[in-house]
């Protein structure tokens, strides 16, 4: 996949984001939608949130995602926004098709869909819901769901007999305002192969578990490795790091981020932690 670049401005060649678990306080769309408007004003880059059905304690208030950057959308005009990341296999890839078209065109063409197996070790969303449980089906169900993406995106009548989704000739317009179609970054843990093959052949990488500046740049560096295997160029890939407030994201751009988010902490997160943060603006060039 490739896809239109992000219409913000890039500060010193890193992005500044803000990654924000829709939880307790932030569990309030207007809320957050708020924050977003306020961050744009303050020169960041890009507004990110969570995509969960329900988390462990102490929360106990969970936002839905999609509803949450649709009034995002509406309140800014150049932050780039999209859930960080989404279960794709715990999600109907038709409906996705859907949400993502409509928000792409909402926004003005500045959604990036962030993609990942999903786990029940936070929240037991998937043993609780009865979504599948085993990381190789899922893996398979997440590949199709990206195929079918893909193709929909195209415009194109969808022609789709998988292990678990079938369109039959379905055209699914309208098409999303990026062409060929709507960025998609790929979620991995380190030591997983599988999910950073995935991430190479796609326009973006999220780490996430990874511990500390040496982990990260092995990481970069295996995907990149893998991308170019593939034939495929570097220039336009995008790398985000997730790191806690008050960390120097600077070394982590030296080794090949792109994108720096603000990583809140989720049993704590609270309106006054990100306003502070979001105040203090983006990472300085």
């Known amino acids: 996949m490739t896809s239109t670049p992000s219409p913000a ?8 984001g803000l990654w924000l678990p829709l939880f307790d306080e932030l569990a309030d ?9 306020e961050a744009e004003e ?24 999609w509803i949450t950057l649709a009034a995002i959308a509406m309140a800014t005009e150049r932050v780039r926004i999209g859930p960080m990341v989404t279960a794709l296999p715990r999600r109907r890839p038709v409906k996705v098709v859907k949400e993502t078209v409509t928000l792409d065109q909402l926004s003005g063409g500045r959604l990036t869909l962030g993609v990942g197996l999903g786990s ?12 599948e449980l085993d990381d190789r089906v899922r893996a398979r169900m997440l ?22 989704y079938t369109l039959d000739g379905v055209r699914l317009l309208p098409r999303p305002v990026q062409r060929p179609g709507i960025p998609v970054w790929g ?36 995907v990149m490795r893998l991308r170019a295997a593939e034939g495929k160029d570097p220039a336009g890939y995008d790398v985000a790091v997730s790191l806690p407030p008050g960390t120097d994201p600077a070394p982590y751009a030296g080794v090949g981020a792109t994108w720096w988010m603000v990583e809140f902490p989720w049993g704590a997160v609270s309106v006054d932690t990100v306003r502070g943060v979001l105040r203090e603006g983006p990472a300085p060039s």
């Open 143 to 164: 590949d199709e769901s990206l195929d079918v993406l893909a193709a929909a995106w195209s415009g194109e009548a969808v022609h789709h007999r998988g292990e678990h």
């Open 120 to 131: 029940d070790r936070f929240g037991s969303e998937l043993s609780t819901t009865g979504e």
């Open 9 to 16: 401005p890039a500060v010193g060649g890193l992005r500044s």
């Open 29 to 37: 769309p207007l809320v957050v939608t708020s924050l977003a408007a």
């Open 42 to 65: 303050a020169g960041w880059h890009g507004v990110f949130v969570w995509d969960h059905l329900r988390w462990g304690e102490p929360v106990e208030e969970v936002a839905d995602p």
């Open 187 to 222: 979620a991995a843990l380190p030591g997983k192969q599988g999910p950073l093959r995935r991430a190479a052949r796609l326009d973006g990488f999220f780490p996430v578990a990874f511990a500390g500046l040496d982990e990260f740049a092995e990481l970069v560096a295996a």
